[in-house]
């Protein structure tokens, strides 16, 4: 009976082993703070994983660029250093014009149609992903961005020579239409920017205002509606491949999850965010007529330079956008 038990628990401890060596932890990197709610649903996200795998995989988000610097994020997640990532998909706009045509305005000008154009560029995007090893699981629209100044914003020459905090290349191309001069902050790093003078505005959503307590800093947020550009999450294409089907089904299955909650996410906080700016003393108005056509004017011009850019495949997506938008 002795033996017969040592050996069972032997067999246990083996089989204990096993399971232990098939379980599979992942690192995660995004740049954005625990209060974004893009890192709340990715924080879901990663909790529904290993509810739905039983522990067999896991996910340790690290928020806040604490990892790795948003800039650094793709690659490190290319070279496998970092199996999952975040970031604004249109900081990939030197890769390819398709990653900024969410941050055109004029293009998408809901959540509807943000919706829409994603549904129409992502078989493209997923391709050029593939062809760095790469697998997208979802994106995520912003709200629409705005303009926050310490000032009210009511006359186009404000713009001349305004310091404005530019999150991608395409921002800060139609900041030079405006006749501002971009600069490039991480969201983290905006209360530095504002309280040392290297910015003396910025462009972005309701949520990044409220998440990063604007109010410290400006005064005013001018609606803009400019663009509901998106955040990408995706994994390293070879780390995906060597999970067993069940549990790759179960990551894309969280996924498309995330994907759902998240853009319902940033409607409803949009709206809380909106709230949260007039309760903390920011003046939240439209633009006037003045400033919509010069917005109107730097956006035209920021889309005929995009034009030049992109390839026919590109144009051809976005093209096959519009007729599903109807226009």
């Known amino acids: 009976m002795h033996k017969t038990l040592s050996r069972t628990l032997l067999l246990a401890a083996a089989c204990g082993l096993t399971a232990t060596a098939h379980a599979v932890e992942w690192t995660m990197a995004t740049p954005y703070g625990d209060a974004s709610f893009h890192t709340q649903n990715v924080k879901q996200f990663a909790e529904d994983v290993a509810e739905a795998t039983d522990g067999e995989l896991t996910i340790n988000v690290h928020s806040g660029g604490s990892l ?3 800039g650094e994020i793709k690659p490190s997640v290319r070279r496998g250093t970092v199996e999952v990532g975040e970031v604004f998909l249109s900081v990939l706009s030197n890769d390819d014009p398709i990653f900024e045509v969410d941050t055109l305005p004029g293009v998408a000008g809901s959540y509807d149609e943000a919706y829409t154009l994603w549904e129409t ?29 310490d000032f009210e914003l009511t006359d186009p020459e404000q713009f001349e020579g305004l310091r404005v905090r530019a999150p991608n290349i395409n921002t800060q191309r139609f900041v030079d239409n405006l006749g501002g001069n971009p ?32 109010w410290d800093y400006v005064s005013h947020y001018t609606d803009a509606n400019l663009w509901l550009p998106k955040n ?7 780390a995906f491949d060597r999970l067993d ?33 007039q ?21 035209d011009q920021l889309f005929a330079d995009w034009q ?20």
């Open 68 to 70: 790795v610097a948003h």
């Open 121 to 149: 560029t992502r078989p493209v995007i997923e391709e050029l992903f593939a062809n760095q090893g790469l697998k997208p699981l979802y994106a995520v629209a912003w709200p629409a961005q705005g303009i926050y100044t």
């Open 183 to 214: 600069t490039e902050t991480e969201e983290s790093d905006i209360p530095t920017a504002f309280s040392t003078g290297r910015v003396d505005a910025m462009i972005t959503s309701s949520s990044t205002g409220n998440s990063m307590t604007a």
């Open 232 to 238: 990408i999450v995706f994994v390293n294409q070879r």
């Open 245 to 277: 089907e069940a549990t790759q089904e179960a990551l894309l299955e969280a996924a498309a999850r995330a994907e759902e909650r998240g853009w319902q996410m940033s409607r409803e906080d949009n709206e809380a965010s909106l709230e949260a700016l």
């Open 279 to 299: 309760e903390n003393g920011i003046t939240v108005s439209k633009p006037n007529d003045e400033v919509a056509a010069a917005l109107q004017e730097a956006g």
């Open 308 to 327: 030049e850019r992109a390839g026919e495949d590109a144009k051809q997506v976005l093209e096959e956008y519009r007729e599903k938008r109807g226009n």
